[in-house]
């Protein structure tokens, strides 16, 4: 069985900057793609970022929502793919969420992901 495990939220004044960690276990192969999604209190959960291997050349794709495009950078280890980062920076006020790991293995990510994290809260306030 899959278990992706978040660290790295906290408390951070705007402006600043956070990093998010998840480790994967359990997998006898790599996620087909992996990331991260967010929830704020009273909203619906929305993905933030997404990367998996290039179909066509070497390296990774990645995708942003378009509130965190240029603030958040999402990677992977290279040589293990079972840790997945988010660095968030220039943080929001609106950025304040539970912040989950997600993943898609042996399944398409047209799909929703198949496995998640118990989250990790990121909180941003003056």
């Known amino acids: 069985q899959v278990q992706l495990v978040e660290s790295g939220g906290g408390s951070v004044q705007p402006g600043g900057s956070l990093r998010l960690s998840c480790a994967a276990s359990?997998?006898?192969?790599?996620?087909?793609?992996m990331g991260w999604f967010r929830q704020a209190p009273g909203k619906e959960r929305e993905e933030v970022a997404r990367?998996?291997?290039?179909?066509?050349?070497?390296?990774?794709?990645?995708?942003y929502a378009d509130s965190v495009k240029g603030r958040f950078t999402i990677s992977q280890d290279n040589s293990a793919k079972n840790m997945v980062y988010l660095q968030m920076n220039s943080l929001k006020y609106e950025d304040t969420a539970t912040y989950y790991c997600?993943?898609?293995?042996?399944?398409?990510?047209?799909?929703?992901?198949?496995?998640w994290g118990q989250g990790t809260q990121v909180t941003v306030s003056s």
């Open positions: 997600a993943a898609w293995y042996g399944i398409s990510d047209i799909s929703p992901p198949n496995y």
């Open positions: 359990g997998y006898t192969y790599n996620a087909n793609c």
């Open positions: 990367i998996k291997e290039a179909s066509d050349r070497d390296g990774s794709v990645t995708n």
